[in-house]
């Protein structure tokens, strides 16, 4: 399709799209289906911020490639794959998800293995807990029937499929994948792309069962050499045990065959690993070994041979593509500007002090004056403080004015998404004192007006993966807080008609610009804003915008 003829499309119905839902193509869309379609590179890169219709773009993209090529979309949160699914489900995508999503045939109500079920009453049993996990041959994931392997066998030769980084992941290491490489690959929300591909590749071994199956001592130190020639031993045993085991009679029967082949499959990926490439990041419940170059794994793994491989974000950055071994050259790179007013998303940093383990007590006099300042000029108007910490949370809420404490809401870490449900949906002028609101929330237009990031996002570099990547890209480290930050700004602004405000109170943020700007996407720079004082809120201007 030439560049001419992208510019002279039809309506989006006329390919099918709902026309309620897309009456009109965007400039921007027309200029990323364009660069998706005519680039001459194998890779394409589009920072396409909220508002510029990325998800239309790319759908249209897959149908225009032509009629007998197939194509795939990853997505990573749940919310966008089951959007993917209400709005183009019906024009013949497949939705494929993980195992855990589908009830086992072979242990439900009439299959062949319904007495190894759980007979605890309500429970449905799943995919992800079949017998098939437990070595046992199941005619109805190889003959048909089982609902997980019957959408996989679909997807062998279906023409579009939407499905979400894990399950693609997944399929590929250890069953068969989808079928022939696809034609084209979207990759959304492809900012976090290589965390997701290192997430895939950990190694999780939990300690209570290394017990059950008579494990008892691992090796003395962190070595990965160590610990590679100690899962080749104990691979071996336990490829003893479950030969010795007879044919399951219980769901306890079934579960033990299932526990040593998962242990059985765990060690076997540890015996095989690069010693040199992996690190040891072990906690309380588990012994646990990541990769600190997912790069070397990104092909095999998740472009998987894919004729063209499109990345999508709003915040995609040069640095991503490095961070997944794609060198500038071999990739087409489009920054969409925003169409939203930076005036009416405008990133203000106000001069506070450095928010970091050095605070002495004035600093956190001064930190937690500047929060109630800036709250109680803003009495009519929900907000949301990025504490990044629940100790900074803490502070917060005892140290409020009494002025506008009650306005204060929060959460802990089991009942965030209740909370946040509240929060977005009472009329009261809240403010949400939170350490977790980053990526998969949106707060459009009365739910948040103003936003305060109260410490820059700087990962703990004590966490052993990320001091590794460091040591090997210093640069690592930066990428990941202005990731995080982009994001946690976003939270506020959804479409051109919206407003909010952000105040940055962390004077880390003055020499982190200057010098990691160009780790951000564009748009996001073009609303920075250094203030002396704070700023009059942005509600009482917005006459002038």
Same mark, same amino acid.
């Given at each position: 399709?030439?560049?001419?003829?992208?510019?002279?499309?039809?309506?989006?119905?006329?390919?099918?799209? #709902?026309? #309620?839902?897309?009456?009109?193509?965007?400039?921007?869309?027309?200029?990323?289906?364009?660069?998706?379609?005519?680039?001459?590179?194998?890779?394409?890169?589009?920072?396409?911020?909220?508002?510029?219709?990325?998800?239309?773009?790319?759908?249209? %993209?897959?149908?225009?490639?032509?009629?007998?090529?197939?194509?795939?979309?990853?997505?990573?949160?749940?919310?966008?794959?089951?959007?993917?699914?209400?709005?183009?489900?019906?024009?013949?995508?497949? =939705?494929?998800?993980?195992?855990?999503?589908?009830?086992?045939?072979?242990?439900?109500?009439?299959?062949?293995?319904?007495?190894?079920?759980?007979?605890?009453?309500?429970?449905?049993?799943?995919?992800?807990?079949?017998?098939?996990?437990?070595?046992?041959?199941?005619?109805?994931?190889?003959?048909?029937?089982?609902?997980?392997?019957?959408?996989?066998?679909?997807?062998?030769?279906?023409?579009?499929?939407?499905?979400?980084?894990? %399950?693609?992941?997944?399929?590929?290491?250890?069953?068969?994948?989808?079928?022939?490489?696809?034609?084209?690959?979207?990759?959304?929300?492809?900012?976090?792309?290589?965390?997701?591909?290192?997430?895939?590749?950990?190694?999780?071994?939990?300690?209570?069962?290394?017990?059950?199956?008579?494990?008892?001592?691992?090796?003395?130190?962190?070595?990965?050499?160590?610990?590679?020639?100690?899962?080749?031993?104990?691979?071996?045993?336990?490829?003893?045990?479950?030969?010795?085991?007879?044919?399951?009679? #219980?769901?306890?029967?079934?579960?033990?065959?299932?526990?040593?082949?998962?242990?059985?499959?765990?060690?076997?990926?540890?015996?095989?690993?690069?010693?040199?490439?992996?690190?040891?990041?072990?906690?309380?419940?588990?012994?646990?070994?990541?990769?600190?170059?997912?790069?070397?794994?990104?092909?095999?793994?998740?472009?998987?041979?894919?004729?063209?491989?499109?990345?999508?974000?709003?915040?995609?950055?040069?640095?991503?593509?490095?961070?997944?071994?794609?060198?500038? &050259?071999?990739?087409?790179?489009?920054?969409?500007?925003?169409?939203?007013?930076?005036?009416?998303?405008?990133?203000?940093?106000?001069?506070?002090?450095?928010?970091?383990?050095?605070?002495?007590?004035?600093?956190?006099?001064?930190?937690?004056?500047?929060?109630?300042?800036?709250?109680?000029?803003?009495?009519?108007?929900?907000?949301?403080?990025?504490?990044?910490?629940?100790?900074?949370?803490?502070?917060?809420?005892?140290? %409020?004015?009494? &002025?506008?404490?009650?306005?204060?809401?929060?959460?802990?870490?089991? =009942?965030?998404?209740?909370?946040?449900?509240?929060?977005?949906?009472?009329?009261?002028?809240?403010?949400?004192?939170?350490?977790?609101?980053?990526?998969?929330?949106?707060?459009?237009?009365?739910?948040?007006?103003?936003?305060?990031?109260?410490?820059?996002?700087?990962?703990?570099?004590?966490?052993?993966?990320?001091?590794?990547?460091?040591?090997?890209?210093?640069?690592?480290?930066?990428?990941?807080?202005?990731?995080?930050?982009?994001?946690?700004?976003?939270?506020?602004?959804? =479409?051109?008609?919206?407003?909010?405000?952000?105040?940055?109170? =962390?004077?880390?943020?003055?020499?982190?610009?200057?010098?990691?700007?160009?780790? %951000?996407?564009?748009?996001?720079?073009?609303?920075?804003?250094?203030?002396?004082?704070?700023?009059?809120?942005?509600?009482?201007?917005?006459?002038?915008?």
């Amino acid at each position: 399709m030439s560049t001419r003829q992208t510019q002279s499309l039809p309506p989006p119905s006329a390919f099918g799209f #709902s026309a #309620s839902k897309f009456p009109t193509w965007r400039e921007d869309q027309i200029i990323a289906l364009d660069i998706i379609l005519n680039a001459p590179t194998r890779f394409v890169g589009l920072n396409m911020p909220t508002g510029s219709g990325k998800t239309l773009a790319y759908m249209a %993209a897959l149908i225009l490639q032509g009629d007998h090529r197939r194509g795939v979309v990853l997505t990573h949160a749940k919310g966008l794959q089951d959007q993917l699914y209400q709005d183009f489900g019906g024009m013949g995508v497949l =939705d494929i998800r993980g195992q855990r999503n589908y009830p086992c045939a072979a242990l439900g109500e009439g299959g062949e293995f319904q007495h190894l079920a759980d007979p605890t009453p309500g429970i449905v049993p799943t995919c992800d807990q079949g017998p098939c996990h437990a070595g046992l041959i199941c005619s109805h994931k190889e003959g048909g029937g089982c609902g997980y392997y019957d959408n996989i066998r679909l997807g062998q030769f279906w023409r579009w499929i939407s499905t979400n980084y894990a %399950a693609w992941l997944a399929q590929k290491r250890y069953v068969a994948g989808f079928g022939t490489p696809p034609d084209m690959l979207i990759l959304d929300e492809a900012d976090i792309a290589d965390e997701v591909l290192a997430d895939s590749l950990t190694i999780t071994i939990p300690k209570w069962e290394l017990h059950t199956v008579g494990i008892q001592t691992v090796p003395d130190g962190p070595s990965a050499l160590l610990w590679r020639d100690w899962a080749k031993f104990h691979k071996a045993r336990l490829g003893k045990k479950l030969e010795a085991l007879g044919t399951p009679q #219980s769901n306890s029967d079934l579960k033990t065959r299932r526990r040593l082949k998962h242990l059985e499959r765990l060690l076997t990926s540890l015996a095989e690993i690069d010693y040199t490439a992996w690190v040891p990041c072990h906690d309380e419940h588990h012994w646990k070994f990541a990769t600190i170059r997912p790069s070397v794994f990104a092909e095999p793994h998740l472009f998987q041979g894919a004729k063209k491989v499109v990345l999508v974000s709003g915040t995609l950055t040069p640095k991503t593509f490095a961070l997944l071994g794609i060198q500038p &050259a071999q990739v087409t790179f489009f920054q969409c500007p925003s169409r939203f007013n930076p005036r009416r998303r405008p990133v203000i940093h106000v001069p506070t002090c450095n928010v970091d383990n050095k605070m002495k007590a004035e600093h956190w006099d001064l930190w937690s004056t500047r929060i109630n300042q800036i709250v109680g000029a803003r009495p009519g108007v929900k907000g949301i403080i990025h504490t990044r910490s629940y100790k900074r949370r803490d502070v917060i809420l005892a140290r %409020a004015d009494q &002025a506008h404490a009650s306005r204060m809401f929060s959460h802990g870490d089991k =009942d965030l998404a209740k909370r946040v449900e509240i929060f977005k949906g009472t009329p009261s002028p809240l403010v949400l004192v939170s350490p977790s609101i980053v990526t998969g929330w949106n707060f459009p237009h009365d739910q948040c007006r103003f936003q305060i990031i109260a410490k820059l996002p700087f990962p703990d570099t004590r966490d052993p993966v990320i001091k590794a990547r460091v040591e090997m890209d210093p640069e690592y480290l930066y990428h990941l807080t202005m990731r995080d930050l982009v994001q946690s700004v976003g939270r506020g602004m959804r =479409d051109p008609l919206d407003w909010c405000e952000t105040l940055v109170i =962390d004077n880390h943020f003055k020499w982190f610009m200057a010098k990691y700007r160009h780790l %951000a996407p564009q748009w996001f720079v073009q609303a920075v804003v250094y203030a002396q004082t704070i700023p009059k809120p942005l509600g009482s201007l917005l006459t002038t915008l």
